[in-house]
């Protein structure tokens, strides 16, 4: 066991190193992760001491010419099919399952299914493109229609374009702009002003707009200045230290700095006119692989990808 111990040791101190960009998830060890799953490892737990997915852990082993089926080897005898389907049974999600269980949605999924619990299958629209298009012809908007025929805007999209439908112009004139600006000054959100006249919430948002108005993203941080963000930027503080400051993700910042008028700095390396393109296809026809030649290179995987494969 104190051997198993050191080889985790050592794979976290790889995985914490700061390793070329071109390495990914090479260094993981087959044998090693054989022998942590016979001890009991999860796939999910092997994957996150190696700092990557389980489709990245089972790709690594596959290229290295094991058959890796974390699902197969392991089983979590430990939750059982009727704690589950009675969890289900008294409203419990799949989600809120799984997290309860530290596994995945797949194996609750799988558990409800050996319980007997039978999944809806994806509804079926009933009605022909030329129901949608004699009630879009009558007048009603898209989301009308959907809530009507108890679908999808876009599959009522679809059947007006199989139907040869021209849509007409998204903007509504029958929408008092004072009303839905007061509404939204008083505290009323987008989606709430959207319901009350029977709109989607873009439309909204474009007349908020055009009003002069700041309509907050979706999920936006208020939290985040960015004043602040563009000080320690300009402070030379490294990105990640201030995506992990903030608590949220990169665009979030990238965002900030884009309104604090800072360009950031362009990532890559190499620009592709600048690459030998005929023996990059010449290695490639003779078997090397993309992230082979991305590593020679010393550029992105999706360079090479569109050298090698032009659309």
């Given at each position: 066991m104190k051997g198993l111990e050191a080889k985790i040791k050592k794979v976290l101190e790889l995985a914490s190193a700061k390793r070329p960009r071109d390495s990914r998830f090479s260094y993981i060890d087959p044998e090693l992760v054989l022998e942590l799953t016979e001890a009991g490892?999860?796939?999910r737990d092997?994957?996150?001491?190696?700092?990557?997915?389980?489709?990245?852990?089972?790709?690594?082993?596959?290229?290295?010419?094991?058959?890796?089926?974390?699902?197969?080897?392991?089983?979590?005898?430990?939750?059982s099919v009727g704690e589950v389907v009675e969890s289900y049974k008294k409203g419990a999600k799949i989600t809120e399952l799984a997290r309860?269980?530290?596994?995945?949605?797949?194996?609750?999924?799988?558990?409800?299914?050996?319980?007997?619990i039978k999944f809806q299958k994806?509804?079926?629209?009933?009605?022909?493109?030329?129901?949608?298009?004699?009630?879009?012809?009558?007048?009603?908007?898209?989301?009308?229609?959907?809530?009507?025929?108890?679908?999808?805007?876009?599959?009522?999209?679809?059947?007006?374009?199989?139907?040869?439908?021209?849509l007409r112009p998204y903007e509504r004139e029958d929408i008092p702009e004072d009303e839905v600006c007061s509404m939204?000054?008083?505290?009323?959100?987008?989606?709430?002003?959207?319901?009350?006249?029977?709109?989607?919430?873009?439309?909204?948002?474009?007349?908020?707009?055009a009003?002069?108005?700041?309509?907050?993203?979706?999920?936006?941080?208020?939290?985040?200045?960015?004043?602040?963000v563009c000080k320690m930027y300009k402070d030379n503080v490294p990105f990640e230290d201030i995506v992990a400051r903030f608590g949220c993700s990169e665009g979030t910042i990238y965002a900030r700095l884009h309104e604090g008028g800072i360009e950031t700095k362009r990532k890559g390396g190499i620009?592709?006119?600048?690459?030998?393109?005929?023996?990059?296809?010449?290695?490639?026809?003779?078997?090397m692989t993309i992230s082979e030649l991305s590593r020679e290179y010393n550029c992105c995987w999706t360079t090479i990808k569109n050298i090698v494969k032009p659309k």
């Open positions: 490892v999860i796939p092997i994957a996150r001491i190696y700092g990557c997915g389980t489709r990245t852990l089972s790709y690594q082993m596959k290229r290295k010419g094991y058959e890796y089926d974390g699902r197969a080897v392991f089983r979590r005898e430990d939750i309860k269980h530290n596994t995945t949605q797949y194996t609750i999924r799988s558990r409800l299914e050996e319980g007997g994806k509804k079926e629209v009933k009605y022909g493109p030329e129901v949608f298009a004699g009630i879009y012809l009558k007048g009603l908007s898209q989301i009308s229609i959907s809530r009507i025929l108890n679908c999808s805007i876009p599959t009522v999209l679809s059947r007006l374009e199989d139907a040869g439908v021209c939204f000054k008083k505290g009323s959100k987008v989606n709430r002003i959207a319901r009350t006249y029977d709109t989607a919430p873009a439309v909204i948002r474009r007349i908020l707009c009003n002069g108005y700041l309509v907050r993203r979706r999920h936006g941080r208020d939290d985040i200045p960015v004043d602040k620009k592709t006119p600048n690459l030998p393109m005929r023996r990059i296809r010449n290695q490639h026809k003779k078997g």
